[in-house]
């Protein structure tokens, strides 16, 4: 517990720093960096379950989405990119491309519409893209908090052994009382702990599907880069799935503007 206390103080002062001193490219180049990290991680795991992936054009295609600046979704940019780098790799087979292209979508398009939500029309983008991150992670603490001391009844022990139904309701009560402290950034009150618990919802959901996935390689964390966390798919699981929904609810319900 303490260590992934320490790590998460670690990780929030990174991000400080990356937006503070680097504003909106800072955290871009954050973003990127943990993007292919990310990817490098999860074909790792499919590699595991014996599903053919080429790392090298993971990494290349969420390279280029990412910096190319073909936010959002990036399901284009990342299709071409990875199509361009797979059959121009000598060690490319044809059997890793489906895997290949649907992991670097997920993870560009999830992690890149952090930077969509940055530059929408308000002047409190960046502000917006934080409180995302700060919902669907403290959510994620309240689920684990909830879990650890409340925790009896199990939620899907097929699919995630360690997750209870009263870890999931801690997570939507997190995910509420931190929505709520982001509403002053958005016209109506209401859009915020609403936002919030909505989130905390999709950000489970990504937390099972990885959770899924690790049972399934018979591993337990995704790295070891992250102490008391496991690895940086660990820690961004829950973001690749939350973040796309934030940004469409802001987009076209938030009031704040394209």
């Known amino acids: 517990m303490r260590r992934r206390l320490v790590t998460t103080i670690i990780l929030w002062t990174i991000v400080g720093l990356a937006v503070g001193l680097g504003r909106l490219f800072g955290g871009q180049l954050l973003l990127l960096i943990i993007a292919i990290a990310v990817v490098g991680e999860l074909s790792k795991i499919l590699r595991k379950q014996r599903i053919a992936t080429n790392t090298l054009a993971m990494m290349g295609g969420v390279g280029l989405a990412l910096s190319g600046h073909l936010w959002g979704f990036a399901a284009i940019g990342t299709s071409l990119g990875l199509i361009v780098l797979l059959l121009g790799h000598a060690q490319a087979e044809m059997k890793a491309i489906p895997a290949s292209l649907a992991a670097a979508i997920i993870v560009s398009g999830g992690l890149g519409s952090l930077?969509?939500?940055?530059?929408?029309?308000?002047s409190h983008g960046?502000?917006?893209?934080?409180?995302?991150?700060?919902?669907?992670?403290?959510?994620?603490?309240?689920?684990?908090?909830?879990?650890?001391h409340l925790g009896k009844k199990k939620l899907l022990p097929s699919i995630s052994p360690g997750?209870?139904?009263?870890?999931?309701?801690?997570?939507?009560?997190?995910?509420?009382?931190?929505?709520?402290?982001?509403?002053?950034?958005?016209?109506?009150?209401?859009?915020?702990?609403?936002?919030?618990?909505?989130?905390a919802f999709v950000g489970s959901i990504g937390d099972m599907v990885e959770s899924f996935l690790k049972r399934r390689a018979s591993v337990k964390d995704s790295g070891r880069v992250l102490p008391g966390i496991g690895g940086l798919l660990d820690l961004c699981d829950s973001l690749i799935f939350g973040v796309p929904v934030a940004y469409l609810a802001i987009r076209y319900f938030g009031g704040v503007g394209a």
Do not use: H, R
Request: net charge negative.
């Open 126 to 148: 960046i502000w917006m893209a934080i409180w995302v991150i700060a919902v669907i992670k403290l959510a994620d603490a309240g689920a684990y908090l909830f879990g650890t």
């Open 115 to 122: 930077n969509a939500i940055a530059q929408t029309g308000s």
């Open 163 to 199: 997750k209870t139904v009263e870890g999931f309701v801690g997570a939507l009560i997190s995910g509420g009382l931190i929505g709520m402290m982001g509403s002053p950034l958005f016209p109506e009150f209401w859009f915020g702990p609403c936002l919030g618990v909505i989130l």
